[in-house]
Nanobody
Framework: QLRLVESGGGLVQPGGSLRLSCVMS????????IGWFRQAPGKEREALSA????????GYAPSVAGRFTISRDNAKNTAYLQMNNLKTEDTAVYYC???????????????????WGQGVQVTVSS
């Protein structure tokens, strides 16, 4: 059974950095596009970033472009989200998701998600 497990969340001060990891088990990550979403209390789930299965195309939401970087290591069955210059408004539960291998844009990610991880809390506070 395919499963995604996120890790790397926690409490960080504004301006700090975190790196989230998403490990896939039960299937080969190399088959799939990977995306990251977040959901803050009282808000809708927001698509943040996506990377296709060959890692040669990526997309970002305007809210995180230039601060967040998505990457993947297919040999380790793991995807990452490097988050720099974190702001208080980045506080949310962060989810990784898998999609068809060609997915790399926010529009495609929102439409094509196949499954989710359980989420990890990120809190940005002084």
């Amino acid at each position: 059974q395919l499963r995604l497990v996120e890790s790397g969340g926690g409490l960080v001060q504004p301006g700090g950095s975190l790196r989230l990891s998403c490990v896939m088990s039960g299937a080969s990550l190399a088959q799939y596009g990977i995306g990251w979403f977040r959901q803050a209390p009282g808000k809708e789930r927001e698509a943040l970033s996506a990377i296709n299965n060959r890692a040669d195309d990526q997309g970002y939401a305007p809210s995180v472009a230039g601060r967040f970087t998505i990457s993947r290591d297919n040999a380790k069955n793991t995807a990452y989200l490097q988050m720099n210059n974190l702001k208080t408004e980045d506080t949310a539960v962060y989810y990784c998701a898998y999609a068809p291998g060609w997915v790399s844009s926010m529009l495609a990610l929102r439409q094509e998600v196949l499954g989710w991880g359980q989420g990890v809390q990120v809190t940005v506070s002084s």
